[in-house]
């Protein structure tokens, strides 16, 4: 691509760098930015005294802005992703509906170290999305890049982006109370409002004593086919009241503690192909926590044992919510 000024007599058929004003009298018209010049253009801009303008103009091999990003965001898009229309260079890529976006990050990172003039941008990787929610946008910079290097673009980037669908359609919450203490529906209300954005239903509420045996039972009686728990007492080891539970129904519990804080007191598990959580006590807020990150998972399908819970340390530190019993600062 050649870019520079020329004459307005040798501009038709080029692409306008710069938004300009054209005609005259009450004629005077904006020709946009990245407009493609043609005859009556030329004209009008010679109405307005210009004798010349900042245009791009295609070489062989040379692809247009609209043309390269469609190019790229087609090949980029995995399931569940909708491809805009191109504009400016510009195509955004959207949820088709609710679910989280797994990204292949090495396939992306190669795709933007091809040429500067190429950019893909992503939301972070598990990010939870409504539908139409943006997950990418490919931004190409100049008026053209080369048709070679949007090829390998394709090539390095096919499918690396793609939205995870919710998988399950119900979850069970069993909510233990502990003696002397009053059950409030706030827990309730927020774990209803997050599988809400998954269009996951919660079944009827069951509040059993805070003991293994009637966590145990309530486990194999509840319909949900995701099992959640929420205790009246934090549960502080993996030997503790709610994981036991789940051993003794039958299940196994994967992985206790995370480093998400708030979220440090999750515990995930399983009973036969149910998949089972253990929040943490900050899931009675809404504000984000370590268990939205493994129910947003866990909903989506991403098999358990490919959940990198340690993994999720770096960025694992979230904002302090009110609520907290025991605030970090001290």
Not at 44 to 52: K, T
Not at 195 to 204: A, F, G, I, K, P
Request: with cysteine.
């Amino acid at each position: 691509m050649r870019f520079g000024p020329v004459s307005v007599a040798e501009a038709e058929g080029s692409i306008l760098a710069h938004a300009t004003m054209a005609g005259a009298g009450d004629a005077t018209y904006r020709i946009g930015k990245g407009t493609r010049l043609e005859a009556g253009h030329v004209v009008d801009l010679q109405a307005q005294g210009l004798g010349e303008v900042i245009v791009a103009r295609l070489e062989p091999g040379d692809l247009h802005e609209d043309e390269a990003a469609n190019r790229i965001a087609g090949a980029l898009a995995g399931p569940g992703l909708h491809v805009g229309r191109a504009s400016t260079g510009r195509v955004n890529l959207r949820a088709e509906g609710p679910g989280i976006v797994e990204v292949a990050a090495e396939a992306i990172d190669a795709v933007n170290r091809i040429n500067p003039s190429i950019t893909v941008a992503t939301v972070a990787e598990w990010a939870r999305l409504g539908p139409r929610g943006l997950a990418v946008t490919v931004k190409i910079i100049p008026f053209a890049v080369p048709e070679a290097d949007v090829a390998r673009a394709c090539a390095l980037g096919r499918r690396a982006v793609a939205l995870r669908a919710p998988v399950w359609t119900s979850a069970s919450l069993i909510e233990t109370q502990v003696p002397g203490e009053k059950l409030s529906d706030k827990g309730r209300g927020s774990v209803a409002g997050r599988l809400e954005r998954l269009s996951v239903d919660l079944t009827e509420r069951v509040v059993v004593a805070h003991r293994s045996e009637a966590i145990a039972a309530a486990l194999a009686e509840a319909p949900g086919e995701v099992l959640m728990i929420l205790t009246g007492s934090a549960t502080s080891d993996a030997q503790d009241v709610a994981p036991s539970a789940v051993r003794a129904a039958g299940g196994e519990v994967l992985h206790y503690g995370m480093p998400v804080d708030p979220g440090n007191l999750l515990f995930l598990g399983r009973i036969g192909d149910r998949p089972v959580i253990g929040l943490p006590g900050c899931a009675r807020s809404p504000a984000l926590n370590g268990a939205d990150w493994v129910m947003e998972r866990v909903i989506c399908g991403l098999p358990l044992r490919e959940i990198d819970i340690p993994g999720m340390g770096v960025g694992g530190l979230l904002k302090e919510i009110p609520t907290r019993p025991r605030p970090r600062e001290g």
